[in-house]
Structures are given as C-alpha cells and as structure tokens.
C-alpha cells in the first residue's frame, strides 16, 4: 500500500492511495496508525477496499509525517563512490568507517512533496542535495538483531537530505548545522508499506536538478545494508513507531562537480527511487520572496 499524508481544509489525514492516484481516508494520521501495529494496518486495508473519496486531481499531499516525534536518523558515508567524490573535492583522504556514522536532522527540516525549499542566503551560499532511501520504522525495539531487523520496517520513502556544505564545513565539518535547517528533509511522495518492497537493497535510485541528471546508483551499493543500520543505531538506543532513517546517498552530488554547482532559486530537484515514486521540489530564495509574490 501508499499511505500518504493528504491536506484536507489545511489539516493532514492519513489516506491509502489507490492505483489511479486517487485516495481514501483512513481516519488516522499516519503517526497514529504506525503506532497502531497490526490495527493500524488494518484500518489502512480496509480503507483501501473502500471506493476513493478524494479524487487525484483534488489531491493535495503533505510530508508523511509532518511531525516526527524525535529528529530524523541519517547516515553519513555509506556509498563508496560518494566518499570518494568527497575525498577528491575536498583534497583529504577520507575512507570508509568499520561501523555507521549516524548524525540527526530536526524535526522542522521536515517539508513534504511539491513543497517549496527555502535557501537562506544569509546562512548559506551553497545548498546541495542527496537523495536517499528512508527506512519508516514500525515496531519498536532496541538491541534489534540484523536477523530481525526488516520485521520493525513499517515502510519506505524518499528524503533528500538538503544540505548547506558552506555550514557543514564553517561549523567544523559537524553535520548537524548545515543539514539541520529548515525545509531541509523534503520527504516522500507517501510511504510504500514494506510488503510491497521485495528487496530494498536493490532500488535504483536518482536525482535530477531542471531534468539534467545528477546522481544515479542502486540501494545495492550500500556500504551498510539496513539491517545492519538498524541493528547498529538500536544498540541501546529504543528505536519507534514513526522514527526515520535515511540511508546515505550515492555519487553526483553538486559539490563534488567541477566545478561544483549549488541549488539556486527556481531550481527543480527530482528524486526517484524505482518501487516507492518520485518527490519533486523547487528551491526558494527567501530573500527574493517580495518579487516572487
Ligand atoms: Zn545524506
């Protein structure tokens, strides 16, 4: 199943969306039917066997989960290809690490899809992407064995993890600043329930800026697959219903071109990943938004 994020008289709903894009309400947010377990995914079944009650033309979809109850996990690293266009476009040695480099998000990076991502050009001059696979987490758990891991995924969507290099590298090459600014985590178009994902560790995976292509890999080419980045994260940490994390991202991102090329206002960003859909976003520059009105 989808399960979307729909804006209904500016308030969101969970809704299931069916094979022709239109949708039907679960009578939940998404959180709450997470949180549900087994219920929760009943309710959304049952919706799906329902007629559609929202057409998909009306169809106004928010992030899937607009309030994450804590921030967002994400993986540094974890495509060789990209630690090595980093190593180059930076001019140091940078090597893959024996366990998972896990940095966070806030909660208001969050946006969802069509949403606009503000640049800030007071704080940042160079804003990039990454596209990545997020992992939706379902039952709760801690100390989760990499055995078992796939059972506490409720589901997958797409993130792109805006990042502001300028500030990564200004506040001492700690990830949290330059990742963590607002509109930063656009996230998914919906959330495919895992059943529906045979493999997520074979997904192609792309990202294109005004419809050039950029970054282009497979979620096969992870350093640390997902149930080693689950068991990794939960060892001692209670991992959530509704918790995210995203998973790393492969080659081609705009700093590492040469020369590099930042976002701009106006640009469109599209992320794909093959089984889960395709997010699209443009940037806003916020200190152009007098003449954009
Ligand atoms: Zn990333």
């Known amino acids: 199943m989808r399960l979307a994020t729909a804006i209904i008289d500016g308030r969101p709903e969970g809704v299931v969306i069916h094979a022709d894009g239109a949708a039907t309400r679960v009578g939940m947010p998404l959180q709450a039917l997470i949180e549900s377990g087994d219920a929760g995914l009943a309710a959304a079944r049952a919706a799906a066997a329902r007629p559609a009650d929202i057409p998909a ?23 060789s290809e990209h630690i090595a266009e980093g190593a180059r476009a930076q001019n140091i040695a940078i090597s893959a690490t024996e366990v998972p480099v896990f940095f966070t998000k806030p909660p208001t990076a ?74 930063s985590a656009p996230t998914g178009p919906w959330i495919v329930t895992a059943d529906e994902i045979a493999d997520p560790m074979a997904l192609g995976i792309r990202l294109s800026v005004n419809g050039e292509p950029r970054q282009e890999g497979n979620t096969r080419d992870m350093i640390f697959d997902i149930p080693t980045l689950i068991a990794s994260l939960s060892q001692g940490l209670t991992l959530e219903p509704g918790d995210i994390i995203a ?6 991102v705009g700093y590492a071109m040469e020369p590099p090329r930042f976002l701009a206002h106006g640009d469109r960003v599209v992320c794909e990943i093959d089984g889960i859909g395709r997010l699209e976003n443009t940037m806003r520059d916020t200190s152009l938004s007098a003449q954009v009105a």
Request: hydrophobic residues 35%.
């Open 57 to 79: 033309d009306a169809l106004r979809l928010g992030p899937p989960l607009p309030q994450p109850r804590k921030n967002i996990f994400c993986v540094g690293r974890n495509y």
């Open 247 to 252: 998973t790393g991202t492969p080659s081609g």
């Open 110 to 183: 969050i946006c969802g899809p069509g949403d606009e991502v503000p640049i800030f050009p007071h704080v940042s001059t160079k804003v990039d992407y990454e596209v990545e696979l997020a992992v939706v987490i379902g039952k709760p758990g801690r100390d989760i064995p990499a055995d078992r891991a796939l059972t506490h995924v409720f589901g997958y969507m797409i993130l792109n993890d805006v990042t502001a290099r300028d500030v990564q590298r200004r506040h001492g090459n700690q990830w949290f600043k330059g990742k963590g600014l607002d509109g």
